[in-house]
């Protein structure tokens, strides 16, 4: 979590931060494929270079011992930067307030919120024990069998991410004595051949500077270790056009070897590196960091009215030539916290710039044309669900764009940033398109046989003249679209009736009225149906949010629950047991669990006029 900065001060924010080395003379690669080999090499054994100290970007007083980097040492950079672009300053912009009001709550209320809250703690305290006994500084336990996995570098991705949510659930004892065992994290080794970049920045940088912000900066540690990952992935902007590359190689990097931003980069890796980035230099006052996605951003912006869908970005870039001309878009997988991270960074800058707001304004009217769309339900609910689209370019015209009704669980955090977005930015028109995003994710949570949304699904979209206001049930034009989605199923087509071939596809298919696919059944733990549906009751304080977020957590932990933790799910429309998959990622704890008490606590917990979430 980032808190938000405020008149006169700096409020908070995610981030890591680690000292990166770099040699001469090279060839060219341009970004490597995913693949993620297994060999242990320091930092320092890579680059031929002793063991020592570095200093720190924080008071001298607090300075503490980091393995293998040589005190004061600075690998030359092949792209140095030669003028930091700085961090706005002057008076922060009068931002309206967020959060609801909340009238004192009944004693009845009371009761009910706080064994709700005790619920989901206990949740939260049986996985956080799995970890403890069977995976302890490592990156995920395994919930089916005794284990672990290291899914992220093998820097403790659980123990660090999940800081921040031990301090709030006011477990300090807890946090302490893992603040003890971070000294045995050591950001200058790995196992993993190539270090997803984006994923190290969110856990690990995102983790020590939320627990370091949430705990008002009691434990220099936390700053001093967010800034050994900061310093650590700064090393992938070593690039002719500083772009970075997202997938790092980095004992390539560290033997010489030149390298470029690579040619097929999700734009959710090079546009969600921000908030922790931001943040990092505005408490270390070291402006390469803000620098470094600060040029990012300024693509971004460049680029932004000159894709194929004005306004929104393709969810593949060429980061190398900065050419964005793929024709797929969402605001799903691989593209979303590229936008979710707009209005955020202008509250964590306190509005001292206003390209953010352009930004966000830019994308959000061609999001509301061809993205969010709204399905045909049974019972005709007036909800919204966040989309995709495709462009079909034409030479020397606008390209036709082809909306695509394929709802995704991570799309689900487009009602919390549009609900923000909202009031922060004094549009209130757009809260009821943010409650209507809301409403259909609990919609499609409550409609399956778990309780649980899936990963990916496909609907009917309403259509004609006016969609949004006149859109009926049709259960003949249902079941059409079920025929086309399972067109290339052998044994139904063996039924001659369509009827009754559309009827035995949504039973052999399990699929839930009104959707027409579950290309994704799984429920892998994820939180961005919960935090949407936490920003929405503390934006609009309506009882019927934190009551959803009971109904969610309930079906969850039923679903999930494990001797050991709480595990993913792989078809969630298998009720009662559906088979559970061998994972339970960081952000059960960090993020998912969070939310669930957050909507429980009294308002001054996660206030979102004090943090950036």
């Not at 049986?126 to 995920?140: C, N, V």
């Not at 820097?155 to 004595?177: P, S």
């Not at 892998?524 to 935090?531: G, N, T, V």
Request: hydrophobic share 40%; proline share 6%; with cysteine.
């Amino acid at each position: 979590m980032l808190p938000r900065r405020k008149t006169g001060s700096l409020i908070t924010a995610f981030g890591f931060i680690f000292l990166f080395w770099y040699f001469y003379n090279a060839q060219s690669v341009s970004e490597p494929p995913l693949e993620n080999q297994r060999e242990s090499t320091s930092l320092e054994e890579a680059a031929g270079k002793p063991a020592g100290q570095a200093p720190l970007l924080v008071p001298t007083s607090n300075v503490e011992s980091i393995p293998h980097i040589p005190k004061g040492s600075k690998l030359p950079e092949k792209h140095p930067v030669t003028s930091y672009i700085p961090l706005p300053t002057g008076t922060p912009a009068k931002i309206p307030k967020l959060q609801h009001d909340f009238a004192e709550e009944s004693p009845a209320d009371k009761k009910e919120r706080l064994e709700r809250q005790a619920a989901v703690k206990a949740s939260f305290v049986h996985s956080w024990e799995g970890y403890k006994k069977h995976a302890w500084l490592k990156d995920e336990v395994t919930p089916l069998k005794p284990g672990f996995v290291q899914s992220f570098g093998g820097w403790a991705a659980t123990l660090v991410d999940t800081l921040d949510t031990l301090w709030m659930m006011g477990m300090k004892d807890e946090f302490e004595h893992a603040l003890e065992s971070l000294d045995k994290i050591d950001f200058g080794t790995t196992d993993s051949d190539m270090i997803n970049i984006f994923e190290t920045t969110i856990r690990y940088m995102g983790g020590f500077l939320g627990a370091y912000d949430i705990s008002d900066g009691k434990y220099p540690k936390l700053l001093q270790k967010a800034t050994e990952v900061g310093n650590l992935v700064y090393g992938a902007f070593d690039t002719s056009n500083r772009m970075p590359v997202t997938r790092w190689r980095w004992k390539d990097r560290l033997s010489g070897i030149k390298q470029e931003a690579g040619e097929n980069s999700l734009i959710a890796e090079l546009g969600s590196l921000t908030l922790e980035f931001t943040r990092l230099s505005q408490l270390t006052s070291d402006p390469k960091f803000f620098d470094a996605i600060q040029r990012i951003t300024n693509v971004l912006h460049d680029v932004q009215p000159k894709t194929h869908i004005p306004g929104l970005w393709p969810t593949l870039a060429n980061a190398r030539f900065l050419t964005f001309r793929d024709t797929g878009f969402t605001l799903g997988g691989m593209a979303d916290s590229t936008y979710e991270y707009l209005p955020k960074q202008h509250l964590l800058l306190g509005g001292l710039t206003d390209q953010y707001q352009k930004m966000y304004d830019a994308a959000l009217e061609p999001i509301k044309e061809h993205i969010f769309f709204r399905p045909m339900l049974p019972g005709n609910p007036d909800i919204l669900v966040s989309g995709g689209a495709r462009a079909s370019p034409k030479e020397g015209s606008a390209a036709r764009v082809y909306s695509q009704s394929k709802g995704q669980h991570l799309g689900c955090f487009t009602g919390g940033m549009v609900g923000i977005g909202a009031k922060m930015f004094s549009q209130p028109s757009d809260m009821a398109i943010a409650r209507k995003l809301v409403d259909g994710c609990i919609w499609a949570y409550n409609a399956t046989q778990t309780g649980i949304m899936p990963e990916v699904f496909w609907m009917v979209p309403c259509t004609g003249s006016d969609p949004a206001h006149n859109c009926t049930w049709d259960l003949q034009a249902y079941h059409a679209a079920v025929l086309a989605e399972q067109a290339n199923d052998a044994k139904s087509q063996k039924i001659d009736d369509r009827t009754a071939r559309a009827e035995y596809l949504i039973k052999e298919r399990r699929l839930p009225l009104g959707f027409t696919d579950i290309p994704d059944r799984r429920y892998i733990l994820r939180p961005e149906a919960i935090e949407s549906v936490f920003i929405l009751y503390r934006l609009t304080g309506e009882k019927k949010y934190a009551d959803a977020a009971w109904d969610m957590f309930r079906a969850i932990e039923k679903a999930t629950r494990t001797d050991i933790a709480n595990a993913a799910i792989v078809d969630m429309t298998v009720s009662p047991n559906p088979e559970k998959d061998n994972r339970m990622e960081s952000f059960w704890l960090a993020e998912t669990l969070k939310y669930f008490y957050a909507v429980f606590s009294e308002p001054g917990v996660l206030d979102l006029d004090r943090f950036v979430l």
